[in-house]
């Protein structure tokens, strides 16, 4: 019996591990920030590609609107924000001083819409690969991440979000 419950307080402890390590706030190095990411990932590019776009959702939970201010990483000279529209059937993209987030609400950066923008690409961003940035906000400070690679959109959720009931 006591073996038993040994084992079961071993498996409960490296599961609860497991879910930490595996869960979306994981990428995030900075905890205890007011701006939570979820869903961070980058655009794998082909060889020689100078630019490279980057995804994720930021919610503010705090009772202030804030600002995405700028980005820094080690894999580009500049990240830009950057923002797309349409214009006579042609989708075009530019940069935006910043990005603004609502007090307890949400940003979507996505394909189509805000977005990060890697420009001068150090080196190849490959499948597998993580991009770590730090994002510069007006109240919450600095966020630091670690965003994986990835295809498309469609590559990412399930595996960073296993579940275990
Ligand atoms: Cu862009």
């Known amino acids: 019996m006591h073996i038993l419950m040994n084992r079961f307080f071993w498996i409960t402890l490296i599961c609860f591990a497991f879910v930490l390590s595996n869960s979306t706030k994981a990428q995030m190095i900075s905890h205890k920030s007011k701006i939570q990411v979820h ?17 994720m959702i930021l919610k503010n939970n705090n009772s202030a609107n804030d600002l995405l201010l700028g980005v820094q990483t080690t894999v580009a000279k500049v990240v830009e924000l950057h923002t ?34 890697l420009v001068n690409l150090k080196r190849q961003l490959k499948v597998g690969n993580h991009v770590t940035l730090t994002l510069q906000f007006k109240h919450a400070g600095e966020v630091k991440l670690k965003v994986p690679v990835h295809k498309s959109q469609r590559d990412i959720h399930e595996h960073h979000e296993m579940k275990h009931d």
Not at 40 to 51: D, G, I, L, S, V
């Open 39 to 55: 869903k961070a990932w980058a655009r794998a590019t082909p060889p020689y590609t100078k630019n490279a776009a980057i995804y």
């Open 84 to 117: 797309v529209t349409e214009e006579k059937g042609m989708m075009s993209m530019y940069p935006v001083k910043n990005i603004s987030i609502p007090a307890h609400g949400t940003v979507v950066l996505k394909p189509g819409g805000y977005h990060m923008m």
